[in-house]
């Protein structure tokens, strides 16, 4: 048997609620904080990993893609040169057949050079976000053991949401269950932020 902190009776050691005044007993208010805080750590780091290989998945495949557009212009620059490129620019007439040859080569380099482009404009941003965002979330996960607030007011970002949506769907999942677990258990996260905040006043005070 053990003594309710709050009321003075008696009560099972198993029971986590006093059934006489139904208060919370403080060791399990400890087990919640804890669960709620290793929660939080785990899926930010679940995210952390997600946002890293979107970076380099995204960065992997801009890399493909642009060996395929820069494969598509040396073929066309290299066959138009082959197939009488010179004439161009001089006074010579152009045979029938060279204009014939030279034709499929540069339609070659034009799609190398829209290829190109697109690439880079649809890959780029997505590389920088998914990198940008590796950093941001070390940032967050280094706040957790001396201001949580911080961190706590990110996973409850309904930005971070939609900006995930845009450029990541695997981070996104571990964003939405932290944005759940967070306000769920907004009790436990008072409790450790109180914490934290005695922590650092007593800090200040003894220097």
Known sequence: MKTCKYCGKEISD???VCPFCNAVQDDQKDKNDERAYSQMARFLKYEHIAWKAGGFVALGGCALYVCIALTFLAIGILGAASGGIRYFGSDYHIPEYYKDRILPFFVFMF?????????????????IANFKMVKRVEFYQGCMETDIAVTRTRCK???????????NKAALVFIIINFVKTRTHAAEFDRIEARQKEAHAEMQSEA
Request: net charge negative; proline share 3%.
């Open 157 to 167: 970002s309904v930005g971070m949401i939609v900006f995930a949506a845009i450029f």
């Open 14 to 16: 198993e029971l986590e």
């Open 111 to 127: 799609f190398g050079a829209v290829y190109l482009i697109t690439f880079l404009v649809a890959f780029l941003p997505i590389i």
